[in-house]
């Protein structure tokens, strides 16, 4: 099993957050998360792609551990997360940081906009830089102090809470933002503003961001590099310009083939591209967890389960788990 | 997508407004259209745009104490909004249906689904209990329930979301209605199931040459199934037009805005999309002035003053007016006033409502044509 991103010999960097066969159990034997392994380079946006139930959000939160992965390691700048006591790991959060798809109900209704964001600093006793403090932090993510930084949540707009909400994360000064579907609650014309305004943050705090969504042209517009998740495994991960141009598992041109767009309009809209449901993930097929999906399935998917592998030469750091991927 | 002239509804300045402890909130404000046999009409909003209060007003489902409904809903000839309680119980379920969001909530949870489709066929259809069997398998089996005898046994809780969207749907076409009213009906799903359930609607709609109102705030998801649509901005039509020329040729401001900040499979990655600053209002005690002005890079001192009304547009060649492009909007796209308006503001740096023209970002205020 290789990952996109190797440590010797190439010259490229050392991953900042590298995960490696993650599984997330739940009672009643549903494995949301069945065997994951990812790297995550500093300074890049990697964002995990699929359906409901695919196990991105159990993912997401075994990522930052809370609560941590059922087996598997996730290293963080070179570290076990599940080797570190909870006070190294509490020393450590400030730097691994999540915000939620709920704006809303993620803040504390009781404070203030000024209080939710100087929490943290609070707590970990940390000087602010120059430039770093609670207002100039609420200014960066467009929320203007003076004006609004005594107002409570419930006089906010979703999309002014999801500022709010990420305010609260970068006043830490985190290395990694994780992202669970931040824009999906909001508005299109206001999904906008906060798109932009994470890819302004990332650029100008250095961040490196892991971002879970179910929608595919948001994913295409924020991320470097993407993975494809159904039921609990990545089937599919690559650069973005390879995953969108050159799809190669038939469950991602399956996912790019549903998506309604605008452009619709000036064709006319074919048949269904698949058919079916999600399996339940307390008992996935056999085999390729999607071949009861798949219209290329035959009998060897059914007995062997495909691996993630390099989809060929020159294609080293795009990655599919088929038998019989789809050469652009 | 052919229509037929038969006009089958017409909504006539309806007005829903409820009292609330702010003052009276209008979630629809004079809205006036007309739907033809087979046709289409999409519905796209925000939230709070009313588009749902709209959909509800419709089938008079606005349950609220609060609420007061006003205007005309002709429905093959009868106004709905002051029909016999009698002769509106026989029209829901019947010869208008609706299907919602959540079909949790519109489903009867202590009910088998074969109950629940009985029962239509019965009251509506006075079917026999055998022919009511036979007809809900098949209802069943067309909108794609495998294994429809033994699911008719079924509790809603013991379906998937994908197969309760599907049962509400057979439940709502059981009665062979003329008009389907469908509120946010993929929001819930998956892409790949949403795409079925929409393949699904549209299948149904050209076999019955029923009808549809599609409510959506995704205008992907009424791109190239709706007819034409409707664009609704606090409570009003701000822009109606046939669903491709909407696309290709908005009027209105608020149109132009939401198309571009729209992240699409098109673009290229990491593109800085356009954006519409600030958020949709609630309006208490109806709209004076434009609502959508406040975050409008074209707003002039006229447009804080004066309601604009939704006109026709004097270009559209289309004979029929009920089916040709108008937008409500002093200043609208393409026009010799609008491209004024929007280059008078980027010269003075901000708009009438003193809203910096920096906030639409880049590309965000729009290109004059």
């Given amino acids: ?328 | 997508m052919t229509s037929p002239d038969e006009l089958l509804l017409e909504v006539v300045d309806v007005t829903t407004s409820f009292d609330t402890d702010l003052g009276r909130l209008v979630a629809v404000d004079g809205v006036s259209f007309r739907l033809h046999r087979g046709e289409t009409l999409g519905v796209v909003g925000e939230s709070g745009s009313g588009k749902s209060v709209l959909a509800r007003s419709v089938l008079r489902l606005v349950g609220d104490r609060n609420a007061q409904v006003t205007g005309r809903v002709v429905l093959r000839g009868s106004d709905v909004l002051k029909m016999p309680d009698r002769e509106l119980r026989r029209l829901r379920g019947g010869s208008a249906a609706m299907i919602f969001q959540d079909p949790m909530t519109a489903l009867n949870g202590t009910m088998r689904i074969g109950s629940q489709l009985s029962e239509s066929l019965r009251e509506h259809l006075g079917l026999r209990r055998r022919q009511q069997r036979d007809a809900s398998i098949e209802l069943l089996r067309s909108v794609g329930i495998p294994d429809a005898e033994r699911q008719l046994r079924s509790y809603p809780h013991q379906l998937s979301g994908g197969m309760r969207q599907r049962a509400m749907i057979a439940i709502a076409l059981a009665c062979g209605p003329d008009l389907l009213i469908a509120d946010e009906p993929t929001t819930a799903l998956d892409v790949t199931m949403q795409r079925q359930v929409l393949d699904l609607l549209d299948r149904q709609r050209a076999e019955r040459s029923m009808s549809m109102m599609l409510i959506t705030h995704d205008l992907g998801v009424v791109a190239g199934r709706a007819d034409s649509i409707m664009v609704m901005y606090a409570g009003r039509i701000v822009e109606r037009a046939p669903a491709r020329r909407l696309f290709t040729a908005p009027r209105h401001p608020y149109t132009d805005g939401l198309l571009r900040s729209i992240p699409r499979l098109s673009d290229e990655p990491g593109r800085e999309l356009a954006t519409i600053p600030g958020s949709p209002p609630i309006v208490i005690g109806g709209s004076t002035a434009c609502s959508f002005a406040p975050r409008c890079p074209r707003a002039q001192a006229r447009c804080l003053n004066e309601l604009p009304l939704l006109v026709e547009d004097a270009r559209t060649d289309s004979p029929s007016s009920s089916d040709g492009h108008a937008y409500a909007c002093f200043y609208p796209l393409g026009t010799e006033s609008g491209d004024a308006a929007l280059l008078g503001n980027r010269r003075a740096g901000s708009t009438a409502a003193g809203l910096p023209m920096a906030a639409f970002g880049p590309t965000g205020d729009g290109v004059p044509t």
């Avoid at chain 1, 419930?154 to 830490?172: D, E, K, M």
């Fill in chain 1, 1 to 328: 099993m290789t990952t996109s991103v190797e440590t010797k010999g190439h010259g490229r960097p050392v991953p900042l957050l590298e995960l490696s066969g993650v599984e997330v159990s739940y009672p009643g034997g549903v494995r949301a998360v069945a065997g994951v392994d990812l790297a995550v380079v500093r300074g890049e946006t990697l964002s995990v792609v699929g359906e409901s139930g695919c196990g991105k959000s159990s993912l997401a939160r075994a990522i930052v551990h809370a609560p941590p992965p059922t087996s598997g390691t996730v290293r963080f700048d070179g570290r076990d997360l599940e080797a570190l006591s909870p006070s190294e790991l509490r020393a450590l959060r400030p730097r691994l940081q999540m915000i939620f798809q709920d704006p809303i109900s993620s803040l504390n209704p009781r404070r203030t906009a000024r209080q939710i964001v100087a929490d943290g600093p609070d707590i970990w006793k940390r000087e602010l830089a120059d430039g770093g403090g609670v207002d100039d932090t609420l200014r960066k993510v467009g929320i203007d102090p003076d004006r609004m930084g005594d107002r409570r949540p419930h006089q906010f707009s979703g999309g002014q809470c999801q500022r709010i909400s990420i305010a609260r994360a970068v006043v830490l000064e985190p290395d990694v933002l994780v992202c669970d579907e931040p824009v999906s609650a909001l508005d299109v014309s206001v999904q906008a503003q906060v798109l932009n305004l994470l890819r302004r943050l990332k650029a100008d705090l250095d961040l490196t961001m892991v971002f879970i969504a179910h929608d595919l042209a948001v994913v295409k517009n924020i991320s470097d590099r993407v993975a494809v998740m159904y039921l609990g495994k990545i089937c599919e991960i690559g650069p973005v310009r390879a995953i969108y141009g050159n799809p190669a598992h038939h469950y991602t041109r399956a996912l790019l083939a549903s998506v309604p767009d605008v452009a619709d309009a000036q064709r006319s809209v074919s048949d269904a591209p698949v058919s079916g449901e999600v399996p339940s993930p307390s008992s996935p097929p056999s085999g390729c967890r999607f071949r009861t999906r798949c219209p290329r399935a035959e009998l060897r998917c059914a007995t062997e389960e495909p691996e993630l592998n390099a989809l060929g030469a020159g294609h080293d750091d795009h990655l599919v788990a088929c038998h019989f991927p789809v050469r652009g």
